[in-house]
T-cell receptor, first 114, second 115 residues
Framework: KAGVTQTPRYLIKTRGQQVTLSCSPISGHRSVSWYQQTPGQGLQFLFEYFSETQRNKGNFPGRFSGRQFSNSRSEMNVSTLELGDSALYLC?????????????FGSGTRLTVV | AQSVAQPEDQVNVAEGNPLTVKCTYSVSGNPYLFWYVQYPNRGLQFLLKYITGDNLVKGSYGFEAEFNKSQTSFHLKKPSALVSDSALYFCAVRDPNSGNTPLVFGKGTRLSVIA
């Protein structure tokens, strides 16, 4: 079974630009969650999509948005990038229940804003 | 609201010695608890979970964790540390009575095993 695939692995963007990150979950998983990981803050929850609907949302500004397609692939978008958006962005997929392994994570996209 | 705390940013242990990485949680009911490990430039990998049943759960790579309801703790342990265990460890919690809320993670503990 293929794992969670995140693309691209690395990105360098300039302040003010926008960026789109992609996540393909494990086949059959309908839930995709996004987390931002920074050294000082650990993992901060961004949002979760389930069957193309946003089911949960973390405490991030509106510059952070996402969507999920009918094949469960998800994208997140960050507009008007700020230096503080530099982080590792992790995508995690899960089945209809968390009881097995919780989340399965992708390797992440490391975003650097300069 | 659910929360989890990892009180130690860094744990150092000599190879061959036992290791403990601490985690305490706060949920309104009985928690679902998880431990994950992260190696450099990688995502998080599942180690073990507690859902219900025996308080001592065994997981991957020889790790185990003990659920202690009275102390609201879920400490990760290994009898004999390896240099290859050096990584970042995350504890996570979910309150099963709170609907489809996401996993809440601690800030992580960096484990360094010294040869």
């Amino acid at each position: 079974k293929a794992g969670v695939t995140q693309t691209p692995r690395y990105l360098i963007k300039t302040r003010g630009q926008q960026v789109t990150l992609s996540c393909s979950p494990i086949s059959g998983h309908r839930s995709v969650s996004w987390y931002q990981q920074t050294p000082g803050q650990g993992l901060q929850f961004l949002f979760e999509y389930f069957s193309e609907t946003q089911r949960n949302k973390g405490n991030f500004p509106g510059r952070f948005s996402g969507r999920q397609f009918s094949n469960s692939r998800s994208e997140m978008n960050v507009s008007t990038l700020e230096l503080g958006d530099s982080a590792l962005y992790l995508c995690a997929s899960s089945g209809d229940t968390l009881l097995n392994y919780g989340y399965t994570f992708g390797s992440g996209t490391r975003l650097t804003v300069v | 609201a659910q929360s989890v705390a990892q009180p130690e940013d860094q744990v150092n242990v000599a190879e061959g010695n036992p290791l403990t990485v601490k985690c305490t949680y706060s949920v309104s009911g009985n928690p679902y608890l998880f431990w994950y490990v992260q190696y450099p430039n990688r995502g998080l990998q599942f180690l073990l979970k507690y859902i219900t049943g025996d308080n001592l759960v065994k997981g991957s790579y020889g790790f185990e964790a003990e659920f202690n309801k009275s102390q609201t703790s879920f400490h990760l342990k290994k009898p004999s540390a390896l240099v290859s265990d050096s990584a970042l460890y995350f504890c996570a919690v979910r309150d099963p009575n709170s609907g489809n809320t996401p996993l809440v993670f601690g800030k992580g503990t960096r484990l360094s095993v010294i040869a």
